[in-house]
């Protein structure tokens, strides 16, 4: 056995020892990078620390939720209030209100709220909910869109189960998929057979507002409206993941930046909407919300059921009040900047270096595709005929120049309000080191 060289490497060795893969979250394995995962032991502003005191600028933001940052203060004294009354009581709090309250003056499409425990939870509940009040079966998703891991909608699902070239998951039954129409996204003509052969069985189409689970993808023009359209012609509902997108690209989410019912043109509102990440500020939490005769079939004064011991955490629900009040209009145009000049700055790097590549965006969040320049990508076969094989060098290269991406090509790139001046030179600085290893770079088998 080669000796530990790193504490990470000792950390994951005791890891996999206890846990499957020696995590906790697939993703986080390093398996599409290679190499050995990052134990981390603190997160401040715009930066992370390993269990060797190695310091990185920090583009992956616990995946989305650090919006304002590591450790934001007014966060942080805001857990400490909370922390000092109790940890969970299993009863109704005024801090669920609160934050129920701040999402629905930033998202007007939601009349109700259900405060739920994770993104995947509050996507099952959405497509249980759309189930029970349509009494209809079946739900129409898009290949490499994520909603958690549900065992209904992990058929062509993008994030970790790209990262790991599976096309869905052991132990889901063939008649769970069977309930499940996968289409190509951005596809209308799809769309429009799936609901002329299937149209009185359609529950429910659930998309991510913008796909960010397999790289970023840009809905085309008026697509979006185009899937509300066609729910309500139907009778179906449409549900739109905001897990990652919502009040991070905007904040009001993806709906409100790209005009949402206030687009003279294409105007467009969810009948559902799914929430996680940022409206947790860090701690597990996430919600579902929508029109309000929808949201009435829940329990308890409806006959669809869910329900969670720890669901409204007062810890959680305080961390969310606390980052959603912080997050004011500077904080996204602050974003909304860095996410320009540093996919601009990886763009020029890659082509100074002769690298082919597409930069995905959906508002403050990209990815890099390789590749991809002629066409770019949008959808799932796009992301998946990429040179892949590139972003393992390209990603190692920033790592050892002090700089933390993710860990895989399909993920996006997240920056926030405590990325400044000295953290973007930072990164700006270990880019062309890294794009002359995405050059570098070969096919493996």
């Given at each position: 056995m080669t000796t530990p060289s790193t504490t990470s490497d000792s950390l994951y060795e005791r890891a996999r020892a206890l846990m499957p893969g020696g995590v906790n979250s697939p993703v986080r394995a390093f398996g599409s990078v290679g190499g050995t995962p990052r134990f981390l032991v603190d997160a401040q502003g715009a930066y992370v620390t390993d269990a060797d005191g190695t310091q990185y600028v920090d583009l992956v933001g616990s995946w989305g939720p650090a919006l304002l940052g590591h450790s934001h203060p007014d966060v942080i004294a805001a857990v400490h209030r909370a922390v000092d009354h109790g940890l969970t009581f299993g009863a109704s709090t005024p801090a669920e209100a609160d934050l129920a309250q701040l999402v629905q003056q930033r998202v007007p499409a939601v009349e109700l709220l259900r405060m739920v425990s994770t993104g995947t939870e509050a996507t099952m509940t959405a497509v249980r909910l759309a189930r029970g009040f349509t009494g209809r079966n079946l739900i129409v998703k898009f290949a490499g869109c994520y909603h958690g891991h549900v065992d209904s909608l992990l058929a062509a699902?993008?994030?970790?189960?790209?990262?790991?070239?599976?096309?869905?998951s052991a132990g889901v039954t063939e008649a769970t998929t069977a309930e499940t129409l996968v289409l190509p996204y951005n596809d209308v003509e799809a769309v429009e057979e799936a609901f002329r052969t299937h149209g009185a069985n359609i529950a429910a189409i659930i998309t991510e507002a913008a796909p960010a689970n397999m790289g970023v993808v840009t809905p085309a023009p008026g697509f979006n409206a185009f899937l509300s359209r066609i729910s309500a012609e139907h009778g179906a509902l449409f549900i739109v993941d905001e897990v990652m997108t919502g009040f991070r690209t905007h904040p009001g989410g993806y709906w409100k930046l790209t005009g949402g019912a206030d687009d003279a043109e294409h105007p467009w509102?969810?009948?559902?909407?799914?929430?996680?990440?940022?409206?947790?500020?860090?701690?597990?939490?996430?919600?579902l919300g929508g029109r309000a005769d929808v949201m009435n079939h829940l329990a308890p004064i409806g006959p669809v059921y869910q329900a969670g011991t720890l669901s409204g955490n007062p810890i959680a629900m305080a961390a969310g009040v606390a980052t959603l009040t912080a997050a004011t209009d500077e904080v996204y145009r602050h974003v909304d900047a860095r996410s320009l000049e540093l996919s601009h700055a990886l763009s020029d790097a890659l082509a100074e270096a002769g690298v082919d590549h597409s930069i995905q965006r959906a508002g403050n969040l990209f990815s890099v595709a390789f590749g991809t320049s002629e066409h770019g990508v949008w959808n799932y076969a796009d992301a998946q005929g990429q040179e892949a094989f590139r972003y393992g060098p390209f990603f190692h290269?920033?790592?050892?120049?002090?700089?933390?991406?993710p860990p895989s090509v399909y993920e996006a790139w997240?920056?926030?309000?405590?990325?400044?001046?000295?953290?973007?030179?930072?990164?700006?600085?270990?880019?062309?080191?890294?794009?002359?290893?995405?050059?570098?770079?070969?096919?493996t088998d």
């Amino acid at each position: 056995m080669t000796t530990p060289s790193t504490t990470s490497d000792s950390l994951y060795e005791r890891a996999r020892a206890l846990m499957p893969g020696g995590v906790n979250s697939p993703v986080r394995a390093f398996g599409s990078v290679g190499g050995t995962p990052r134990f981390l032991v603190d997160a401040q502003g715009a930066y992370v620390t390993d269990a060797d005191g190695t310091q990185y600028v920090d583009l992956v933001g616990s995946w989305g939720p650090a919006l304002l940052g590591h450790s934001h203060p007014d966060v942080i004294a805001a857990v400490h209030r909370a922390v000092d009354h109790g940890l969970t009581f299993g009863a109704s709090t005024p801090a669920e209100a609160d934050l129920a309250q701040l999402v629905q003056q930033r998202v007007p499409a939601v009349e109700l709220l259900r405060m739920v425990s994770t993104g995947t939870e509050a996507t099952m509940t959405a497509v249980r909910l759309a189930r029970g009040f349509t009494g209809r079966n079946l739900i129409v998703k898009f290949a490499g869109c994520y909603h958690g891991h549900v065992d209904s909608l992990l058929a062509a699902a993008g994030s970790g189960v790209a990262t790991l070239a599976l096309p869905g998951s052991a132990g889901v039954t063939e008649a769970t998929t069977a309930e499940t129409l996968v289409l190509p996204y951005n596809d209308v003509e799809a769309v429009e057979e799936a609901f002329r052969t299937h149209g009185a069985n359609i529950a429910a189409i659930i998309t991510e507002a913008a796909p960010a689970n397999m790289g970023v993808v840009t809905p085309a023009p008026g697509f979006n409206a185009f899937l509300s359209r066609i729910s309500a012609e139907h009778g179906a509902l449409f549900i739109v993941d905001e897990v990652m997108t919502g009040f991070r690209t905007h904040p009001g989410g993806y709906w409100k930046l790209t005009g949402g019912a206030d687009d003279a043109e294409h105007p467009w509102t969810p009948d559902l909407l799914t929430f996680g990440k940022v409206i947790g500020g860090g701690i597990p939490a996430a919600a579902l919300g929508g029109r309000a005769d929808v949201m009435n079939h829940l329990a308890p004064i409806g006959p669809v059921y869910q329900a969670g011991t720890l669901s409204g955490n007062p810890i959680a629900m305080a961390a969310g009040v606390a980052t959603l009040t912080a997050a004011t209009d500077e904080v996204y145009r602050h974003v909304d900047a860095r996410s320009l000049e540093l996919s601009h700055a990886l763009s020029d790097a890659l082509a100074e270096a002769g690298v082919d590549h597409s930069i995905q965006r959906a508002g403050n969040l990209f990815s890099v595709a390789f590749g991809t320049s002629e066409h770019g990508v949008w959808n799932y076969a796009d992301a998946q005929g990429q040179e892949a094989f590139r972003y393992g060098p390209f990603f190692h290269s920033m790592l050892d120049s002090g700089v933390y991406l993710p860990p895989s090509v399909y993920e996006a790139w997240f920056l926030s309000a405590a990325h400044d001046d000295a953290a973007m030179e930072r990164v700006l600085a270990a880019l062309p080191a890294a794009a002359r290893a995405a050059a570098e770079a070969v096919p493996t088998d």
